[in-house]
């Protein structure tokens, strides 16, 4: 691998990241909701695998400053570390999207749809994916063959976020632009949502037999306590009923009318989920 990922809980059941170039030794945090499960990280580098640099007292040697922090979007949860972590590490950059300048603490870089920039070695790509909120923003991670993607609140595993700011076409519209990313990209939202999102995608689509062999693969992973990010694109486009807003199963279920257009039946599915108890 040319880069790691360490997902860093934060609050209830946020997830911040830290990525690595696993080359260069930069890093950068996404999203960091909250500073203290970031900064204890670094200190103690409890995630590092052995055969980064270290020094006689087991320090890693050269560069471990963080070089930025990328947020998806300007909501607190995403965002509510920033200004303390940019205190105690510097990062070059604070990244967010044009639209949300003065709503991102700490903000220095503003980026748009198609900007790209670098990670040490790693090509980073910026998709504009309106929806959960109008200046949500995915970071894509590319080096060779393998392929990363930071989605925040957007797209969840199995689900996706709350139409807070946009409409069921911006969302409909953003997903199907992720969706087009390679299908073995890594998915990295920005909540442990995953378990409570595949019962509604069960319950929506209950003979889908790739939904039922993950609810088993999280049930196992969550009972360790172990996080189920990632995910892969390829896995959201057989699970995710967000992204399977045609399937005939699901409009059944919801009592979508099959010719009702694929941003309205994703406004449907939405409002089902935000019902579902």
């Not at 930025?68 to 300007?74: D, F, K, V, Y």
């Amino acid at each position: 691998m040319s880069f790691e990922v360490t997902p860093i809980p934060c609050l209830s059941d946020n997830y911040a990241y830290a990525i690595r170039c696993t080359k260069t030794n930069e890093m950068a945090i996404v999203d960091p909701s909250e500073a203290a499960p970031v900064i204890a990280w670094i200190e103690s580098l409890c995630d590092f695998h052995a055969h980064v640099p270290r020094d006689s007292r087991g320090h890693v040697k050269g560069d471990r400053k963080i070089s930025a922090i990328w947020n998806t979007h300007h909501h607190p949860d995403h965002v509510g570390g920033n200004v303390e972590l940019a205190a105690k590490t510097t990062p070059r950059d604070v990244i967010a999207y044009a639209s949300d300048k003065g709503r991102i603490p700490g903000q220095t870089k503003e980026v748009m749809e198609g900007d790209t920039f670098k990670l040490g070695d790693l090509e980073v790509s910026i998709l504009h994916v309106p929806g959960h909120t109008t200046g949500a923003i995915a970071y894509v991670v590319r080096f060779g063959n393998e392929t990363a993607v930071f989605t925040g609140d957007t797209l969840f595993l199995a689900g996706c976020g709350r139409l807070f700011e946009g409409t069921p076409l911006m969302m409909h519209t953003s997903l199907s632009k992720l969706a087009k990313l390679p299908g073995d990209t890594k998915v990295f939202c920005g909540r442990e949502y995953t378990a409570s999102n595949l019962k509604f995608a069960h319950h929506a689509e209950p003979n889908n037999t790739d939904i039922k062999a993950r609810i088993e693969k999280v049930q196992a992973a969550r009972a360790k306590n172990e996080p189920t990010v990632p995910g892969t694109m390829t896995g959201e486009l057989a699970t995710n009923p967000f992204l399977r807003v045609n399937s005939p199963a699901i409009r059944d279920t919801l009592k979508i009318d099959p010719a009702t257009n694929e941003g309205d039946a994703l406004g449907a599915i939405r409002a089902a989920k935000d019902s579902f108890r």
